[in-house]
């Protein structure tokens, strides 16, 4: 059945009855507008009396209409300006997003979901590690800075000021590796449209790793020194020099990762990234042995309250200083670190005659390429085997009544 329109005063303008619904002691009106457009008559509703229509106020809509049409402008139709809104209000929405985009400061970014995100990703030395990094040279310069606002020029800024500061090649490519994710991740995140100003930065060149390790003498003489001044210090340090750990993996040793009796160390979170075992030797079965037994998750070596240690006592570097071990070095390669306890341990293994795979196992490095840099120690190796190798064909000789020709020249 057609619904029945009614006509009002207004040419144009009519209504129709809501069945039931009354607005005040009417039936709630519903008013349309009628006009010709392009030859057809075309017929748009507008809305209720109950929401606030009235047949004047549809007058006034269909003058405007009118006049858009007269002067070509504008939405000529109902349709068009409702789309016309819809346009405004979503290029509205874009601008006020994309100024809470512009709002991000650095900052904002690492602090709130970068780490959040790196904490449940990555092991918990390289969060510690950029944790750091962040603080120490990259937060004066860019933390406060919204995305948007930083150049390459300021990640230039954070370069130089650590080359100023001596810091080593690598720890300044890692610095700037921090920069380039957070922008990468607020990239992915829908946080800024930018490009990554990092991205252009010419990363320093060089070779920091550490290649001096101790001789037994030495390595004695330090544990000696340590052992006076802290035993939580010494058997730390015993453990890195007898089995290549790391500090971190040191810090964060809990007694859950302790079994006595198959003498093996599990190693969680390392730097590769996944779990490896060291094994024990007889002085760090024994050494652990002798310390006060926690319960699962307590740690092996706790900072004070408990709490998990993020650097190692300045108890080594004094030792070291006593024993004058860093004495004229100047190349920061060459200086006995805590780190080079694990170098020792390497380098020792390989002049034992253990291999570079099996070293690299041991190490738990990512690739036996990570392994290589021990390479000179493995030179050394190789040729005091061919030297036994020829001594032992000169023995037998001997043995024989043969003498070495060099003998008869």
Aim: aromatic share 8%; glycine share 8%.
């Amino acid at each position: 059945m057609a619904v029945k329109r009614f006509s009002t005063e207004y040419p144009g303008v009519r209504y129709r009855q809501h069945p039931t619904r009354k607005h005040g002691v009417r039936f709630d009106r519903y008013f349309s507008i009628y006009y010709r457009l392009n030859g057809k008559v075309v017929e748009e509703g507008l809305g209720w009396a109950s929401a606030g229509w009235t047949a004047q106020k549809a007058a006034g809509e269909l003058a405007k209409l009118k006049e858009a049409q007269r002067l070509g402008q504008g939405g000529q139709t109902l349709n068009e300006k409702r789309e016309a809104e819809q346009g405004r209000r979503r290029q509205e929405q874009r601008r006020k997003e994309q100024e809470q985009k512009d709002a991000f400061t650095f900052g904002q970014i690492f602090d709130g979901p970068y780490i959040e995100e790196a904490d449940r990703t990555k092991d918990s030395v390289s969060c510690r590690r950029e944790r750091e990094l962040y603080r120490l040279y990259i937060q004066s310069v860019i933390g406060n800075l919204p995305l948007k606002g930083i150049t390459t020029n300021h990640v230039e800024t954070i370069k130089s000021r650590m080359l100023d500061a001596k810091k080593a090649p690598a720890t300044i490519r890692y610095a700037l590796a921090v920069v380039r994710q957070v922008f990468n991740f607020a990239l992915d995140h829908g946080m800024y449209g930018g490009e990554n100003p990092a991205a252009k930065v010419k990363k320093p060149s060089g070779d920091n790793k550490r290649v001096r390790f101790l001789t037994h003498d030495e390595a004695e003489a330090l544990l000696d020194t340590i052992r006076e001044k802290s035993i939580d210090v010494y058997n730390m340090a015993l453990l890195s020099l007898h089995t290549g750990m790391r500090a971190g993996e040191i810090f964060g040793l809990t007694w859950g990762d302790v079994d006595l009796k198959s003498r093996m160390l599990t190693l969680k979170d390392t730097k590769s990234g996944y779990t490896r075992f060291a094994r024990m030797t007889d002085h760090v079965l024994e050494m652990l042995f002798s310390l006060p037994k926690g319960q699962g998750n307590e740690l092996v070596f706790p900072a004070r309250g408990k709490s998990m240690r993020t650097k190692i006592s300045r108890t080594f570097e004094r030792a070291v200083d006593a024993l004058k071990l860093n004495e004229g070095i100047a190349d920061p390669r060459q200086q006995i670190v805590f780190h080079s306890l694990r170098h020792t341990y390497a380098s020792w293994l390989l002049k034992s005659g253990a291999d570079l795979y099996t070293v690299s196992k041991l190490l738990g490095h990512r690739t036996i390429a990570m392994t290589e840099r021990y390479g000179h120690v493995a030179d050394e190796t190789l040729q005091d085997a061919v030297h036994a190798f020829q001594k032992g064909i000169e023995k037998a000789g001997k043995a024989n009544g043969k003498k070495d020709k060099r003998e008869v020249e």
